[in-house]
């Protein structure tokens, strides 16, 4: 054998540079993947609102055209243990400006934690027996559990067309 001398020997293995790059990479795929998370929560939760925002809307229309847009029509009779609506004395100006206001109200839902939603119902004749009924639902996305209504930033609203006599 021959001894060789003079050769530089490497050693295979990882270096420290090599470590700081893997690391890199690591952490920008887990933050990456913690913000997609974050925000897939955020959408889920806004998305459940607008929903139940909407399904409140359709329960008062209905509700309300089921007796033909009756001008005595109260929503506080449609509470149960899982909705609780009150009259609100606030009133926001979401109704359209031809309009005639019927109520204004806060419901509450006892599974959702921290958001009352505003209701405004109002009404118009549109020609002999013919009526629409609209009903506008406002809640606050941003800040959820501050309470007024000043603070809705969201709202939904649905018109419905109703034989009145």
Excluded: C
Excluded at 26 to 45: C, K
Excluded at 132 to 145: E, F, I, P
């Amino acid at each position: 054998m021959v001894p060789q001398t003079g050769k530089v020997r490497y050693h295979r293995g990882f270096s420290l540079v090599d470590t700081m790059v893997a690391v890199v990479i690591l952490l920008i795929a887990v933050i990456g993947t913690s913000i997609f998370r974050y925000n897939s929560a955020l959408d889920g939760r806004r998305f459940n609102s607008q929903t139940t925002a909407a399904r409140i809307a359709l329960m008062l229309s209905e509700s309300w055209r089921g007796i033909n847009g009756d001008l005595a029509f109260d929503p506080t009779v449609l509470s149960t243990s899982d909705l609780t609506v009150n009259e609100n004395i606030q009133s926001i100006s979401a109704k359209p400006s031809d309009f005639t206001l019927l109520g204004s109200y806060i419901i509450t839902l006892n599974d959702v934690h921290g958001v009352n939603y505003h209701a405004i119902l109002s009404w118009e004749d549109i020609e002999l027996g013919l009526r629409a009924l609209n009903v506008v639902v406002a809640w606050a996305q941003r800040g959820a559990g501050e309470d007024g209504v000043e603070n809705v930033d969201k709202s939904f609203r649905l018109t419905a067309y109703t034989q009145a006599f």
